[in-house]
């Protein structure tokens, strides 16, 4: 079995402040951990995932996570904010080590960025 | 066409009705997903389709749902006798087959924007 917890329903910053997603999964195996935004009436866009290699990975917008094996898990963050990163964010998690297909998707984490 | 294309992108229909909701996946991608998310929620797993294997139907909520893929492309998710609870946005997403040629999309699901459904 798989699942994905995001701790925050929400999450206010102000602009130009760092960002922190929480996340944390578990899996029985090797996980793929990805991290997607929503944007008001939108299906979802890809940000950035974690396969394999460095624990710190960097994706689109300006947006990176780190992955920590010990604590499973996967925080999103991004040094500076900005309004336009305003959205709900997903983190998601695949079992790859049994060939698992399914992403299973945290309930999500509306962010707020103020000006 | 260059992304996973949803149709309709809103549908309101009367309870007892039956709708369906109909996915173009990338070109080329061999898997294919549904979801549905409601209202405030998260992502909630409907059906699985993967080339020309058995889908995995195990996140159906019950047997007024009901999806198919054909050709190995287009797939439509069919939901009988709507009720109100079946209020939602279904969303459809595709992933590229394994391999080195897709090996830098390795995992990745690409969404399309959904088709909201309301049920009066």
């Known amino acids: 079995a798989q699942s994905v917890a995001q701790p925050e329903d929400q999450v206010n910053v102000a602009e130009g402040n760092p960002l922190t997603v929480k996340c944390t999964y578990s899996v029985s195996g090797n996980p793929y951990l990805f991290w997607y935004v929503q944007y008001p009436n939108r299906g979802l866009q890809f940000l950035l995932k974690?396969?394999?290699?460095?624990?710190l990975v960097k994706g689109s917008y300006g947006f990176e996570a780190e992955f920590n094996k010990s604590q499973t898990s996967f925080h999103l963050k991004k040094p500076s904010a900005l309004v336009s990163d305003s959205a709900l964010y997903f983190c998601a998690v695949r079992d790859m080590s049994w060939g698992d297909y399914k992403l299973s998707f945290g309930a999500g984490t509306t962010v707020t960025v103020r000006a | 066409g260059a992304g996973v294309s949803q149709s309709p992108s809103n549908k309101v229909t009367e309870k007892g009705k039956d709708v369906e909701l109909r996915c173009d996946p990338i070109?080329?991608?061999?898997?294919l997903y549904w979801y549905r998310q409601s209202l405030g929620q998260g992502l909630e797993f409907l059906i699985y389709f993967q080339g020309n294997s058995a889908p995995d139907k195990s996140g159906l909520p019950s047997d007024r749902f009901s999806a198919e893929r054909t050709g190995g492309s287009v797939s439509t998710l069919t939901i009988q006798r709507t009720q109100q609870e079946d209020s939602a946005v279904y969303l459809c997403?595709?992933?590229?087959?394994?391999?080195?040629?897709?090996?830098?999309?390795?995992?990745?699901?690409?969404f399309g924007e959904g088709s909201r459904l309301t049920v009066l």
């Open positions: 070109s080329g991608h061999t898997a």
């Open positions: 997403a595709s992933s590229a087959p394994s391999g080195t040629s897709y090996s830098r999309y390795a995992g990745e699901l690409f």
């Open positions: 974690y396969i394999t290699g460095d624990n």
